[in-house]
């Protein structure tokens, strides 16, 4: 007991030193980590920002895609009236000789 004693007296201010350094290495160790735990939660917060404003531009993106589809359904089914009005043949009313040859002599009589 005796020799410890005067072991701690002598060396009083190194085991203090050393006290403090550990002290210092842990009280530092947490700083560090702290900052690091800030920027980490900075980066998870501009990381949802940029989703969020890209999930809008996909919302976006997929009501034009909507709107377009719709065009071009509505597109195709001009196309194909079309289509089918121009492959129908004019109705026209047949005439018979003897209306025709009336037709010709009224439109060549002179008034």
């Not at 531009?57 to 009501?63: A, T």
């Not at 129908?88 to 047949?94: A, D, E, F, G, M």
């Amino acid at each position: 007991m005796n020799l410890i004693t005067n072991l701690i007296k002598k060396s009083w201010k190194v085991i203090v030193g050393i006290v403090v350094i550990i002290l210092g290495i842990i009280t530092l160790g947490n700083i560090h980590k702290r900052k690091t735990i800030k920027k980490i939660d900075k980066k998870i917060d501009e990381n949802e920002k940029a989703t969020e404003k890209l999930e809008g531009k996909i919302e976006q993106v997929e009501e034009q895609k909507t709107e377009v589809k719709k065009k071009v359904v509505a597109k195709k089914k001009q196309i194909e009236k079309t289509k089918s009005s121009k492959s129908r043949k004019p109705i026209t009313k047949k005439t018979t000789t003897a209306s025709a040859k009336k037709n010709i002599i009224s439109k060549t009589k002179k008034k």
